[in-house]
């Protein structure tokens, strides 16, 4: 499997993807908003994009899908749900789909609700996993329930799916927002010395040559898997203190929800 991301430089601060097959050259382009930025990433590496696939329906990840499908001929695919805000869809997915590109790659479907109701990331069949998460983990953070999604959906997306994935696996987001979710976490967990030591590793990266990070350095920097540290769980407590002295978990990733959307 070749994976290349692409840094939109657009103030969304947008990753698109293409996974490549090495065997056959086809290649699956996943919310391609900069779809010229993808099509030149194509033609310079002799791939063909047959494949669109959206992770949800919000515009800076469906925006790109007509010019780059009218240059390609390229077959839309998104969550079965997102028909009616996704035009022009051929192929509806659900949880266990799997997504094949040329005659190599494989990418196996999860439904993933909480940013959107109608969200799906991509986890590759590969030796080292790979995520493409789309708006719902974000390298050290969490998206944001604003339009469309629920908070606690997200929760259990995060403890049902993501936090039994392999330790290995690679995080491919839908943004950058690294640098202030390391921020938020250490504004939470002042204490977390693996999330101030990535700060300063990252400090002034280029996005175009980000970190990748897996999901086992993510349980260590992202607040929104730290739900029973006991650091993030007194800083709540100054924050909210209604909250009873053992919140559960479930209660603790609502209240940093509700904190990172304003903070």
């Known amino acids: 499997m070749l994976v290349e991301q692409i840094w939109t430089g657009n103030d969304y601060r947008n990753f698109n993807y293409l996974i490549a097959c090495p065997e056959t050259g086809e290649a699956l382009a996943i919310d391609p908003l900069a779809h010229e930025l993808c099509l030149a990433a194509a033609r310079e590496r002799g791939w063909q994009i047959t494949q669109i696939l959206n992770t949800h329906e919000h515009f800076d990840h469906i925006g790109g899908n007509a010019p780059l499908a009218a240059a390609t001929g390229a077959r839309i695919l998104a969550h079965a749900n997102a028909r009616d805000s996704i035009q022009d869809m051929d192929r509806g997915l659900q949880a266990g789909d799997v997504v094949r590109v040329g005659r190599s790659v494989e990418l196996l479907v999860l439904d993933t609700p909480g940013h959107t109701m109608s969200h799906v990331c991509l986890l590759s069949k590969t030796e080292q996993p790979a995520l493409f998460s789309g708006d719902t983990l974000f390298n050290a953070g969490a998206g944001n329930c604003h339009h469309g999604g629920h908070p606690e959906q997200l929760y259990r997306t995060f403890v049902e799916q993501l936090a039994r994935l392999d330790a290995g696996t690679r995080i491919y987001p839908g943004h950058d927002y690294i640098t202030n979710n390391l921020q938020f976490t250490l504004d939470r967990e002042p204490d977390n010395q693996a999330a101030r030591d990535l700060l300063g590793r990252i400090e002034g990266q280029d996005p175009a040559h ?27 407590r100054a924050a909210f203190p209604e909250l009873d002295e053992d919140p559960d978990p479930e209660m603790v990733f609502l209240k940093l929800r509700e904190l990172r959307n304003r903070w």
């Open 210 to 236: 980000p970190l990748v990070t897996s999901l086992g350095l993510e349980k260590e920097v992202n607040t929104f898997f730290r739900l029973q540290s006991p650091t993030v769980i007194a800083q709540l």
